[in-house]
């Protein structure tokens, strides 16, 4: 009864699918992400949550390079979207912005473009990938590069997914709770 009820559980969890929440909600609520300096003092604000967040980069003046991230976990496997609306008064290329996945920075501003930038950016993730973004300052001079970050999605579990597991769970003791006696 124990393979059935293995095989039963595997069968449910490999056709498991995720849904999509739209905007800084739910699971990717601004309550369980992390924000972070390093050698910056940037800051980020959430009060346009959940149709949009704005990261600022760092510009505390040290000559040397720092990053500000705003990171959480990915709840399921699939497909992050988000448009971004950049600017610096420094130069892009001395403040790039891009998207972190697992601690890879990916670039998506172009450093011979305009002060003033945007674009849609979509990447995938797997359950439990850790991603977010960056303004990286290359100087922590000479001005601030700020985004704003909107119509994000991501993924989350199907609700009926983890029902069904649950319930096959279930099921399975329950089988095996009647094959003992």
């Known amino acids: 009864m124990t393979v059935t009820t293995v095989s039963l559980t595997l069968a449910a969890a490999s056709g498991a699918s995720a849904a999509t929440v739209f905007g800084f909600q739910d699971a990717y609520d601004p309550i369980n992400w992390t924000f972070a300096n390093s050698n910056a003092d940037g800051s980020v604000n959430t009060s346009g949550a959940p149709a949009s967040i704005s990261l600022t980069g760092g510009n505390n003046g040290s000559g040397g390079s720092g990053t500000t991230d ?5 709840a399921a496997a699939g497909t992050v979207t988000f448009d971004w609306n950049y600017s610096t008064a420094d130069g892009p290329f001395f403040d790039p912005f891009g998207y972190l996945l697992n601690g890879s920075f990916t670039q998506v501003t ?18 439990g990938d850790s991603f977010g973004f960056r303004i990286f300052t290359r100087d922590n001079l000479f001005g601030r590069a700020s985004v ?10 199907e609700p009926s997914t983890v029902l069904s597991l649950l ?7 329950g089988l095996k709770y009647l094959k003992r006696n």
């Open 148 to 157: 704003t970050i909107s119509n994000f999605s991501a993924p989350i579990p």
């Open 70 to 74: 705003y990171t959480t976990t990915a």
């Open 167 to 173: 319930v096959l769970g279930g099921l399975g003791a």
């Open 110 to 127: 172009n450093d011979g473009g305009g002060v003033v930038q945007n674009g849609t950016s979509t990447f995938n993730v797997l359950a």
